[in-house]
């Protein structure tokens, strides 16, 4: 019978093969990457929608009236919208690593209640526009712009809410280089997915996708009256006042 011989690869033409698959490795990678980022951003978009219609709901039943940051009763504003939320999983972004560290007893996963995720917070700066800290819910009626002016926030932080600059409170510049460098962050306190882009709800709840600087200039968008104290938003857009994340 007539033997057929076979050929085995050489030495050379297997790190051929190799190599190979390493470039396609090298290439691949990263795209398949960016596309889990960009389904983790999309999740997170759609968790913000259902957090959004849930804000709505709230207020329907409450005079128009959103809910406060927290409560007497130690509840915070996610426990007064969470028969409107129908997974816990909601309150989590997945791209959210929930390990910035404030420097305190906070869980590093939970925020101040300790029974929610740190994903998202209120903007506490509509809490304090005018001139007055609001202890009690926001009407819907005190925003001059609604589709302008945010009402939720991404959040690496541990606290219910999230004020823009820290004009409101002198001790919470949380997005500029000193305020990271006390703290030794290397992230600022404000989640961003791998496009540079933050989700935001609005006040008149639809949700919409930012760099951190386009919501401080032209018309900063974290006011009741959307351009209110420009200024300071205008050194705070600064290059060097911005960590690499925001830039």
């Given amino acids: 019978m007539e033997r057929k011989s076979s050929r085995a690869f050489t030495l050379i033409e297997l790190l051929v093969v190799i190599a190979i698959?390493?470039?396609?490795?090298?290439?691949?990678?990263?795209?398949?990457?960016?596309?889990?980022?960009?389904?983790?951003?999309?999740?997170?978009?759609?968790?913000?929608?259902?957090?959004g219609i849930a804000l709505v709901?709230?207020?329907?039943d409450n005079d128009e009236v959103y809910p406060a940051e927290r409560f007497a009763d130690g509840r915070i504003w996610k426990d007064a919208i969470q028969s409107g939320i129908k997974s816990t999983d909601v309150w989590a972004c997945p791209s959210?690593?929930?390990?910035?560290?404030?420097?305190?007893?906070?869980?590093?996963k939970g925020d101040e209640s300790g029974r929610?995720?740190?994903?998202?917070?209120?903007?506490?700066?509509?809490?304090?526009?005018?001139?007055?800290?609001?202890?009690?819910?926001?009407?819907?009626?005190?925003?001059?712009?609604?589709?302008?002016?945010?009402?939720?926030?991404?959040?690496?932080?541990?606290?219910?809410?999230?004020?823009?600059?820290?004009?409101?409170?002198?001790?919470?510049?949380?997005?500029?280089?000193?305020?990271?460098?006390?703290?030794?962050?290397?992230?600022g306190a404000i989640q961003t997915h791998s496009s540079g882009m933050s989700n935001f709800i609005f006040a008149d709840?639809?949700?919409?996708?930012?760099?951190?600087?386009?919501t401080y200039v032209p018309v900063n968008k974290w006011e009741l009256n959307p351009g209110d104290n420009q200024a300071a938003y205008n050194t705070l857009a600064q290059p060097a006042k911005l960590i690499p994340e925001y830039q």
């Fill in 57 to 60: 709901s709230y207020a329907s």
């Fill in 205 to 214: 709840t639809h949700v919409q996708a930012y760099r951190l600087v386009q």
């Fill in 116 to 187: 929610f995720p740190r994903s998202y917070a209120y903007n506490g700066t509509i809490f304090f526009s005018g001139g007055t800290a609001v202890t009690s819910g926001i009407s819907t009626g005190k925003f001059k712009s609604p589709a302008g002016t945010i009402l939720i926030v991404e959040s690496r932080y541990p606290f219910a809410d999230m004020p823009a600059y820290g004009g409101y409170s002198p001790d919470w510049i949380i997005n500029n280089k000193k305020w990271c460098t006390l703290l030794n962050q290397n992230q």
């Fill in 21 to 51: 698959i390493a470039i396609l490795a090298a290439i691949l990678f990263p795209v398949f990457a960016k596309a889990r980022e960009r389904a983790k951003q999309t999740s997170c978009l759609s968790n913000m929608k259902q957090i």
């Fill in 96 to 108: 959210n690593q929930h390990i910035w560290d404030y420097g305190t007893d906070f869980p590093k």
